[in-house]
């Protein structure tokens, strides 16, 4: 089995994948100030927990925006597994014609992601990747990158909202059934909420726009299952988006 590894600023997410199913995926939180050695025993604990032993991998990939964590998974992915991973970086085959002005610049998350959507959906084709931020990747017709609008993911912006000002609060984010708040719980819901969901609609229009033509859609990331569904737009949710993309980047550089 293949073991794929998504290492984000709040979470790490494990893909394990038989040929080309993925059988399971298992997700823990980022922790910056954690040792090898502690990732070593949580490693070891999650593969007990879920049933999987050392003999069943044959091989590791990883896609990290978290340098500092990196080394350190990576050490336990060779201490628990005996595997040395594969991570996505300088040097290693996509197939992505990156058409940014610095193509080196680009987060590993976000590359595996347009290959994913490359090779699963029609371009051109925007990625929306909903987590710490919500960013947007471009595809054209080709399939090239050619780059989209980063903003405040949806949970910063409503931490921000609730420590600058010292009668608002953290809320939930299910969507009012208005805009227009009668409370201060409702009122928040519903800039958080509806505002996203604007921005998303809108970025969308604006981008189809600019390329002159209909784009395919597609979300991933936590907070997509909060926001898409109430878009005005065709967008499709794919939870294993990056997972997909680490196998297929895998596949080729076996």
């Known amino acids: ?14 893909g394990i994948f038989e040929n080309e199913t993925l059988k399971d995926t298992l997700t823990v939180s980022t922790d910056r100030h954690k040792t090898a050695d502690e990732y070593s025993v949580q490693l070891y604990a999650l593969s007990q927990t879920y049933g999987f032993s050392q003999s069943d991998f044959v091989d590791c990939i990883i896609s990290s925006v978290v340098p500092s964590v990196t080394a350190r998974i990576a050490s336990a992915i060779r201490r628990v597994i005996g595997i040395e991973p594969k991570i996505v970086g300088p040097g290693t085959r996509t197939g992505l ?7 080196g610049a680009l987060g590993a998350d976000l590359c595996v992601l347009c290959v ?21 990747c471009v ?20 931490d921000a909202l609730a420590s600058s000002a010292a009668l608002l609060h953290a809320v939930s984010l299910d969507a009012p059934t208005s805009v227009i708040g009668k409370s201060t719980d ?21 981008i189809e726009h600019e390329l002159g033509e209909r784009c395919s859609v597609v979300a ?17 949710i794919r939870d ?4 997909q993309g680490l196998r297929l980047i895998y596949e080729k550089n076996r």
């Not at 595809?139 to 409503?158: E, F, K, Q, T, Y």
């Not at 990331?221 to 967008?235: E, N």
């Not at 294993?240 to 997972?243: A, F, S, T, W």
């Open 1 to 14: 089995m293949l073991l794929a590894i998504d290492i984000g600023n709040t979470n790490i997410k494990f």
């Open 97 to 103: 014609d990156i058409r940014i002005e610095d193509p």
């Open 116 to 136: 994913a959507a490359k090779a699963l959906y029609l371009a051109p084709c925007i990625v929306i990747s909903m987590g710490t931020a919500t960013v947007m």
């Open 139 to 158: 595809l054209d017709r080709s399939g090239a990158m050619l780059g989209g609008p980063i903003a405040p993911g949806v949970n910063i912006s409503l």
């Open 186 to 206: 409702h009122s928040i819901r519903a800039g958080v909420v509806w505002g996203n969901v604007c921005m998303i609609d809108g970025m969308i229009d604006r």
């Open 220 to 236: 991933t990331g936590g907070l997509a299952h909060d926001i898409i569904p109430h878009c005005t737009h065709a967008i499709d």
């Open 240 to 243: 294993d988006l990056i997972m």
